[in-house]
């Protein structure tokens, strides 16, 4: 599931800009296909011109029938009613998506044979001082078995010592949900943590969710500003 939303607070209409001839949305969802990991693809939206321009290019989407504040919140409404067990979140905005991290979420859920993991995500070791500080960017700590522990637009942890080695990770917009637990979210009120942070993962911690990270080394870019679209459109070349 692709949950894409037009009026985006920082870059609105980011995902109809052009990216080497095609529309960001649209780069997303082929790069999504083409991992060849899913039995199906879809993009989940509010928006008509998002709608068309999947339609239009003969791509798969689902129109939300309620008002969502967040991508999770979308995607609920979608997968409620389907025969489903697992269910992969891939940002609009990431057209740089990949097999090999996709995968290694998939494998989570292949290994977790009690069903003790309700979610997966991505994470990616940061060391420029620049982005560790950039409050875009969502950084997570986690336990020594790579439990999520919290997340945060803020540097964590905080170098109060800088000598002690300790490692920052970016967390990933890209979710792999059991059902269950991204219907519990749908159901659950945002409490006062996510609603500071606006993060929307903070939520499943805040319940007692377990989220399991994965390191990947693809750095992708994610576009949350023209900025990023401009560095996009470099590495796209």
């Known amino acids: ?38 039995d199906d693809v879809f993009v ?27 991508g999770s919140d979308r995607i609920a409404e979608a997968v409620e009613l389907m025969d489903i067990d697992i269910v992969i979140n891939v940002q609009g905005d990431e057209p740089f998506t990949d097999r090999e991290s996709l995968s290694k979420l998939i494998e ?25 500080n950039n409050p875009n960017t969502v950084k997570v700590i986690v336990d020594q078995s790579n439990f999520a522990l ?6 964590i942890p905080y170098p109060r010592d800088h000598n002690v080695g300790v490692k920052y990770f970016k967390h990933k917009g890209v979710y792999a949900f059991r059902k269950e637990a991204i219907l519990d979210f749908y159901k659950l009120p945002m409490l006062p943590l996510e ?21 990947t080394d693809v750095q992708g870019v994610e576009i949350d500003t023209p900025e990023d679209l401009e560095r996009a459109k470099k590495i796209w070349k």
């Open 1 to 38: 599931m692709i949950p894409a939303r037009y009026a985006a607070s920082r870059f609105p209409g980011k995902l109809m800009q052009d990216l080497g001839g095609k529309t960001v949305i649209q780069r997303t969802y082929e790069a999504t296909v083409a991992t060849k990991l899913f």
């Open 44 to 70: 989940v939206t509010d928006s008509d011109i998002i709608y068309n321009e999947i339609v239009d290019n003969g791509g798969k989407v689902i129109m939300s029938k309620k008002e969502h504040d967040c």
């Open 108 to 132: 989570v859920f292949k290994n977790d044979n009690d069903k003790s993991i309700d979610l997966a995500s991505l994470m990616v070791h940061i060391t420029d001082e620049d982005e560790i």
């Open 150 to 155: 919290y997340f945060s637009r803020s540097p």
């Open 195 to 215: 609603a500071s942070e606006k993060i929307e993962c903070i939520r499943y911690l805040e319940y007692g969710k377990r989220i399991k990270m994965v390191e």
